[in-house]
């Protein structure tokens, strides 16, 4: 234990206020130089999904604009918070960054216990892409329409069954705030990852799932997968025929997932900002919104501070649906 009388100063805080004042222009300068070697970009989830896709694609296009690689590594387990605790624990200087969901904005009920204070742990840098949520159900299903399936929900709660890619994904909340919208009680079958669960729908093994387009185009347009409704204000240009939720019948019902980048709390503005501006101008590159808009979302680019109240907008939103959709917090 150090102990200093009164009015003395330890030579400890004399050096180290002299050692501060000269790191300062040292730190300016290496914030003028930001990247002055390559970045990692932490996906918390497997390869192959919506989020590490599109991650890899914005990586890319830093890479190119920057000047330094940007590499993407999967640190995925426990719904994200394996890669997310990593990408926390990281220095405040811009070399680590986490590519995030919407998923982050409901881990606060599904854990007791975060290794990270998930309100704070974050600099929200720019959101990479909105994209609506489909339904759709195999095709031998009965189901035509939202309507129909609706009704027989409601006829005889937890018959129909619905896959996810996990206890606490986004998809499953977002089945359980369909549920909430609908007046009807669905059987959550949880599968190891999307695939799996868009697999659990081609098979039969369950009646629908909730996923986003891009994940589920190849079988759409294949025929494997009927899709019956899509959350947005609008329709999709890669799924021009499929109606919205109102359209359908649901007006009640829109969840919309997004995924963006995050930096740990702590990371000079200047640097966050340097970040938002390349973000800015590669979502606005047409190959970029191009390759977006194929995956049925849309570009984001929203500044930090919109971000910021994106999240505790999402918080606050997936709370009730936890409360309602009984989930227990491990």
């Known amino acids: 234990m150090?102990?200093?009388?009164?009015?003395?100063?330890?030579?400890?805080?004399?050096?180290?206020?002299?050692?501060?004042?000269?790191?300062?222009?040292?730190?300016a300068q290496a914030q003028a130089d930001y990247p002055?070697?390559?970045?990692?970009?932490?996906?918390?989830?497997?390869?192959?999904?919506?989020?590490?896709?599109?991650?890899?694609?914005?990586?890319?296009?830093?890479?190119?604009?920057m000047g330094q690689s940007f590499v993407v590594e999967n640190k995925s387990g426990?719904?994200?918070?394996?890669?997310?605790?990593?990408?926390?624990?990281?220095?405040?200087d811009g070399y680590t960054l986490l590519a995030m969901d919407n998923t982050y904005a409901m881990l606060p009920y599904l854990f007791s216990r975060l290794p990270f204070d998930q309100a704070t742990?974050?600099?929200?840098?720019?959101?990479?892409?909105?994209?609506?949520?489909?339904?759709?159900?195999?095709e031998k299903s009965p189901y035509r329409d939202l309507a129909s399936l609706i009704a027989a929900a409601k006829k005889d709660p937890e018959k129909l069954t619905y896959g996810t890619g996990g206890m606490g994904s986004a998809p499953h909340f977002a089945t359980l705030a369909f549920e909430r919208a609908a007046g009807a009680k669905l059987y959550h079958v949880p599968f190891r990852g999307a695939g799996e669960a868009v697999i659990g729908v081609l098979s039969g093994n369950v009646d629908l799932v909730m996923i986003s387009p891009g994940s589920a185009l190849g079988n759409i347009?294949?025929?494997?997968?009927?899709?019956?409704?899509?959350?947005?204000?609008?329709?999709?240009?890669?799924?021009?025929?499929?109606?919205?939720f109102t359209e359908a019948g649901l007006p009640g019902f829109s969840v919309i997932n997004w995924s963006g980048l995050a930096a740990p709390k702590g990371t000079p503005d200047a640097i966050v900002q340097r970040l938002h501006g390349e973000m800015v101008r590669a979502l606005a590159a047409p190959d970029m919104r191009g390759?977006?808009?194929?995956?049925?979302?849309?570009?984001?680019?929203?500044?930090?501070?919109?971000?910021?109240?994106?999240?505790?907008e999402e918080a606050a939103r997936w709370r009730e649906v936890a409360a309602s959709g009984g989930i227990e917090r491990q």
């Open 2 to 27: 150090l102990i200093c009388r009164p009015g003395s100063v330890s030579r400890r805080a004399l050096l180290g206020t002299a050692l501060g004042g000269l790191t300062l222009p040292r730190l």
């Open 36 to 65: 002055s070697r390559p970045v990692r970009v932490i996906v918390p989830w497997a390869p192959g999904g919506a989020v590490d896709t599109l991650a890899r694609r914005v990586a890319q296009k830093l890479t190119d604009s």
């Open 78 to 92: 426990a719904t994200g918070t394996i890669g997310a605790g990593e990408a926390a624990r990281a220095a405040p």
């Open 121 to 138: 742990a974050f600099r929200p840098v720019t959101i990479t892409a909105f994209s609506p949520i489909l339904l759709a159900v195999g």
């Open 221 to 244: 347009r294949g025929g494997q997968l009927r899709p019956l409704a899509i959350s947005g204000k609008h329709r999709v240009a890669a799924l021009p025929d499929v109606p919205t």
């Open 291 to 312: 390759f977006i808009a194929e995956l049925g979302s849309e570009p984001g680019g929203i500044d930090p501070a919109a971000f910021s109240r994106l999240l505790s």
